[in-house]
């Protein structure tokens, strides 16, 4: 590999059980030669709602060394791992928020797609035409997403 491929981690968990995935991520992507960064997001929940639960303030003690997730730590990376238990079929909250604050950078354009969940169009009920910036935006996923696959899929046949 010429140059090494860096990849953010980025995970929220508030027992260890996404913790845990998330190490296990991480050996995976270092033994296949990438440069990691583990991040954790920031924990919303207030202290003493962590210390009545044993498994959530043995966790927080647990993981209190890993530092939590930037948009510099998005910048950095070439590929990003994102990691969240299910909350009512959602992502947790605290990881929802972490990536609501990457508003700024995809403003300034420097994340691939058309917003930072990919590309998405509000029809209300089919009233709503898509406009020729929503086009462009999935015609640019798509033709990143080949991008991606061919990349990997020439490095596969390399090896």
Do not use: C
């Not at 954790?40 to 530092?67: R, T, Y």
């Not at 079929?89 to 995809?106: C, E, M, R, V």
């Not at 999935?138 to 997403?145: E, L, M, N, S, T």
């Amino acid at each position: 590999m010429s140059e090494q491929v860096k990849v953010a981690v980025v995970y929220y968990s508030s027992t260890g059980t996404v913790y845990e995935l998330a190490k296990s991520i991480v050996e995976g992507a270092e033994k296949a030669g990438a440069e990691v960064r583990l991040r954790k997001v920031h924990e919303l929940a207030p202290d003493e709602a962590i210390a009545a639960n044993a498994g959530w303030a043995s966790h927080a003690a647990e993981a209190q060394h890993v530092a939590e997730a930037t948009a510099g730590d998005i910048l950095w990376a070439d590929a990003v791992i994102f990691g969240s238990p299910t909350r009512f079929g959602n992502i947790a909250s605290q990881l929802k928020q972490f990536i609501d604050t990457l508003g700024g950078p995809w403003m300034q354009g420097q994340l691939a797609e058309g917003n930072p969940y990919g590309t998405s169009h509000i029809a209300d009920h089919g009233d709503l035409p898509i406009t020729g910036t929503t086009r462009h935006a999935a015609a640019y996923q798509g033709a990143r997403v080949v991008n991606i696959a061919a990349a990997l899929k020439t490095g596969l046949h390399a090896s």
